[in-house]
Nanobody
Framework: VQLQASGGGLVQAGGSLRLSCAASGRTLSSYAMGWFRQAPGKEREFVAAISWSGDRTYFADSMKGRFTISIDNAKNTVYLQMNSLKPEDTAIYYC?????????????????WGQGTQVTVSS
């Protein structure tokens, strides 16, 4: 499956952004999806994930209550809604697809990756 992430941009602290990850080549109903991010000078880290059916979601502790993840199978698209953004949320955000594991926080369990979209939160 090919993934295309979009929706990043510049936002003030406290603001919101919605990232999209559009899939092509295969239907997302065959995959569990995840979002990761990488800040400058830091390793890529897990943000959120959603199961194949969309009924289970998983979040890193620092994102709970601020971020939501959803999937629209009709549009073959996964969304990451980010609210109450903080400067420390500044990073490149990547979506990823896994054929085997739902909710994984480990990069190696994901088979396909999008190109990333930049999110910058100003203070």
């Amino acid at each position: 499956v090919q993934l295309q992430a979009s929706g990043g941009g510049l936002v003030q602290a406290g603001g919101s952004l919605r990232l999209s990850c559009a899939a092509s080549g295969r239907t997302l109903s065959s995959y569990a999806m995840g979002w990761f991010r990488q800040a400058p000078g830091k390793e890529r880290e897990f943000v959120a994930a959603i199961s194949w059916s969309g009924d289970r979601t998983y979040f890193a502790d620092s994102m709970k209550g601020r971020f939501t993840i959803s999937i629209d199978n009709a549009k073959n698209t996964v969304y990451l809604q980010m609210n109450s953004l903080k400067p420390e949320d500044t990073a490149i955000y990547y979506c990823a697809a896994s054929r085997t594991v739902a909710g994984s926080r480990t990069e190696r369990n994901y088979d396909s990756w999008g190109q990333g979209t930049q999110v910058t939160v100003s203070s």
